[in-house]
């Protein structure tokens, strides 16, 4: 009976019994890799396979190409959960293999990753092994944001500049003087000011959601592994290509990412993941509204007075 073979969300193919063996014997299967036959309901690590022997791995196991299934039946889909819980399966997102992958695929991987499939890419995030790449990933994304805000600025203040120009027939020597110094100095500001204060209160941002997360009991995991979730979650900051409504699809695309990277990284449920991401922001705009409101009333009231 064929046994098919799936390592990461990769199918490689369907084997014998007796080929499945061989492939541990050799490392070119791990005892975590899962599998399926016939008469299974779902999915399982090859070492709960009954009839083969597991062996440890003395070299890495070998890659393997896919090979298309052989049998008529097909397998069941790999469930989130069952990828989730297999040991070992923490090794993602893409950025975290940019050597392997290079630094341009493992980028656009990771956004496609993160933003189209968080349901199965969050679960298998790494958790563990230093803030390096998930800071040197969110600096990534802060940086892209930041130009592209520029040079929108830019382009925009440049096209107001005209049109007031065209309007007043006063041609374009008005703004000549002004613009151009006026928008390296922005520019420069945001680049030695913004960004690294973008970059650092990710920080104290992650710290915020994991406190408010353990406060509703739905933290499992170090704050390591929320600060990673908020890094990763900036994929949606390449949405900042798109001018204007770019910047609203950005928040919207982040604090879903969150909430779901926060859900399955904790595996805790969804309304408490919620509750971590949105009670901030609900706090920061209360707080608002109620400063603005108290300093329109005094306003009107030294004004009657």
Known sequence: ???????????????????????LDQSRFVPTDLG???????????????GLQMLPPEVPPASLAPVPPSSPDVPPPLGEDTL???EGAEDGPAWERRKELGFVKALTQT??????????SFPRMKTSGGFASPFLFNLTMTVIYILFRIFYQMLFSWLFAS??????????????????GMSQ?????????????????????????????????????SYESTYRVACYSSSACIFGI??????????????????????????????RATMAVLLPLFICLGTVVVLVSAAVFSYLHHANT
């Open 36 to 50: 399926w036959q016939e008469g299974m309901e779902t999915w399982k690590p090859l070492a709960e396979f009954p």
């Open 163 to 180: 049109a007031i120009a065209g309007w007043t027939g006063n041609g374009a020597n008005s703004f000549s003087h002004i613009s151009p």
């Open 111 to 120: 956004w496609k990753e993160v933003l189209f499939n968080p349901g199965v």
């Open 185 to 221: 100095l922005v520019n420069v500001l945001v680049l030695v000011v913004v960004l690294p204060l973008s970059v650092a209160w990710t920080f104290v941002q992650a710290g915020i959601f994991h406190l408010c997360l353990a406060l509703f009991k739905g933290t499992s995991k």
């Open 242 to 271: 798109v001018p204007i409504a770019g910047e609203y699809v950005v928040l919207v695309w982040w604090v879903v990412a969150a909430i779901i990277g926060l859900s399955k990284v904790h595996r805790t449920e969804g309304w």
């Open 1 to 23: 009976m064929k046994i098919w073979i799936n390592r990461a969300g990769q199918n490689l193919g369907t084997f014998t019994l007796e080929e499945v063996q061989r492939g």
């Open 84 to 86: 989730a819980t297999v």
